[in-house]
């Protein structure tokens, strides 16, 4: 448990992991995934998970730390901790919804893993900017309706042709 300071002595983040639970990271820590749920504690502090997916197929937390301001700096003060602590070489991927804070954040911890959006908020954050209107516009029902389409054969290419010929149209 590492309790970290804003510098004016007021509680910045709290990080906690376990001995087991930084074995588990490094038995499985190809995969890493963080994510965070807002507005946790009367203090209004963030609740992030740092989970890996074990050898049964479950995902197991192998950090969690709660911070004050869910910032680039503060996510980033965490990793650190996290980084100080573990091997972070054994991870090859991270995945995380769309939050730019979280992605910049581990990009600076583990600048050698290939970054992954989460396939369910990727297509979620699409809907959302083919439906929001922009200065009074928006976009057709046929026009939506094809970049849906493109977007998700591009996310589910199994081939570089299937995903380049995606790609093309959008």
Do not use: W
Request: proline letters at 1%; aromatic letters at 12%.
């Amino acid at each position: 448990v590492k309790v970290l300071d804003d510098g004016y002595g007021e509680v910045a983040a709290i990080f906690v992991q376990l001995e087991r639970q930084r074995k588990l990271y490094q038995k499985y820590g190809k995969v890493l995934e963080l994510d965070g749920t807002y507005k946790t504690t009367r203090a209004g502090f963030a609740l992030y998970h740092i989970l890996i997916e074990d050898n049964n197929g479950d995902g197991q937390p192998v950090a969690k730390f709660f911070i004050k301001e869910e910032t680039i700096e503060a996510i980033s003060e965490c990793l650190r901790v996290f980084s100080e602590n573990n091997d972070v070489s054994v991870t090859k991927f991270t995945l995380t919804d769309k939050d730019c804070a979280e992605i910049s954040a581990l990009g600076k911890y583990f600048p050698s893993a290939t970054h992954l959006l989460c396939q369910f908020h990727a297509l979620k954050s699409v809907d959302f900017y083919l439906n929001k209107v922009n200065e009074g516009e928006r976009v057709d029902i046929e026009k939506r309706h094809q970049i849906r389409k493109h977007f998700r054969t591009a996310m589910y290419a199994t081939t570089q042709a299937d995903f380049d010929s995606a790609k093309a149209f959008l």
